[in-house]
C-alpha cells in the first residue's frame, strides 16, 4: 500500500459535519455583524511582505508568517492578520470612503507556529472594525458585540470571559515601575506573551 501524504502540519480537513459547525458559526457571526450596521470586507489572502514589514511586528514578519518569491521575485506573504490589508484598503480608497467604516471579516490565516491544543497554524479570525471614531463609546460598541456574540453562541459565563485593557494606562504603570520609553515595547510585548511563557 503507499504512503498517504497527509495534510500539511497546523492545518486542518473540514469534512461536512466539521464545516457545517464552521458554517454555522460563521452565521452567527455574520448575523451578529449586521445587527450592528458593520458590512463585510474582504482583503487577498496574499500580500507583499514589505506591506507587513512596514506594518507589522519585526517577529511576526521575520518569525511567525510563511514568505516566498513568487516567480516574478516578488516577496509574498500569506496573511498573518489582516490590519495591514484593511489599511492598505483604507487608503486606496480613502477620498471615496464615508466615514465612520463599520467593516467586520473572518477568513483563514496563517502563522508559522508550534502547534498546540486550540492553535494551529491555519486559523479563522473574525475581525470587527469601525474606523473614524476614537471614543469610550465606540469600545463599547465593540465590547457590546462580542457579548452579543458569545450570547448568540449560548456561552456562560465560564466558556468565555471578555477582559478590557488600555494601552495608556499600561504604559503609565510601565513609567511608575521604572520602564523607559526605549524598554517600553519589549516590556508590552512580554506582557502580550506571559501566558505562553508561564505556561512551559
Known sequence: MKNVINSVKGTRDFYPENMAVRTWL?????????MFGYQ???????ETLELYAAKSSEELVKKQSY???DKGGDEIVLRPELTPSLARMIVQRQRQ?????????????????????????????WNIDLIGIDTPEADAELVAIVTTLFKALKLNPQEAVVLLNDRHLTNRELR?????????????????????????
Open 67 to 69: 514568505a516566498f518569491l
Open 176 to 200: 511608575k515601575i521604572g520602564v523607559t520609553e526605549a524598554q517600553n515595547q519589549d516590556a508590552l510585548n512580554w506582557i502580550d506573551r506571559r501566558s505562553k511563557v508561564l505556561a512551559r
Open 26 to 34: 460563521y452565521n452567527q457571526v455574520r448575523q451578529v455583524s449586521e
Open 40 to 46: 463585510e470586507y474582504e482583503a487577498p489572502i496574499l
Open 97 to 125: 470612503l464615508s466615514y465612520p467604516l463599520r467593516w467586520w471579516s473572518f477568513g483563514p490565516f496563517w502563522r508559522y507556529e508550534a502547534p498546540q491544543k486550540g492553535r494551529t497554524r491555519e486559523f479563522f479570525q
